[in-house]
Nanobody
Framework: QVHLVESGGGLMQAGGSLTLSCSASGGAFERLNIGWFRQAPPGKEREFVAAVNWNRGGVRYGDSVTGRVTISRDNAKNTVRLQMIDLKPGDTGVYYC????????????????????WGQGTQVTVSS
């Protein structure tokens, strides 16, 4: 059982930047694909933000954040970091960290249903 904990959310100003962290425990972190999703308002479908592959750290980014987001992983610390710049009010939402076990030949997915483990989420609010 993989346990994920997000941190770094809060109230931000438009045009500013933020860094979210996802800490993992309970599994072989180096074999996990890790993704970030956001949801706003509650009940709306979760939107893919970014993901990083277990193998060689390949990444994918969502269309709405490409160019403003960087995802990175530190296998020594079992942590994935999401950095976002030029924040917009539309970035407001609950940000979730999620994971699934990677495998050779299995591509990095952006579909929420493919992710097995989820954190509780961290609220990000961007004011104009």
């Amino acid at each position: 059982q993989v346990h994920l904990v997000e941190s770094g959310g809060g109230l931000m100003q438009a045009g500013g930047s933020l860094t979210l962290s996802c800490s993992a425990s309970g599994g072989a972190f180096e074999r996990l694909n890790i993704g970030w999703f956001r949801q706003a308002p509650p009940g709306k479908e979760r939107e893919f933000v970014a993901a990083v592959n277990w193998n060689r750290g390949g990444v994918r980014y969502g269309d709405s954040v490409t160019g403003r987001v960087t995802i990175s992983r530190d296998n020594a610390k079992n942590t994935v970091r999401l950095q976002m710049i030029d924040l917009k009010p539309g970035d407001t939402g609950v940000y979730y960290c999620a994971s699934y076990r990677g495998a050779w030949g299995r591509p990095l997915t952006i579909i929420p249903e493919d992710y097995v483990y989820w954190g509780q989420g961290t609220q990000v609010t961007v004011s104009s």
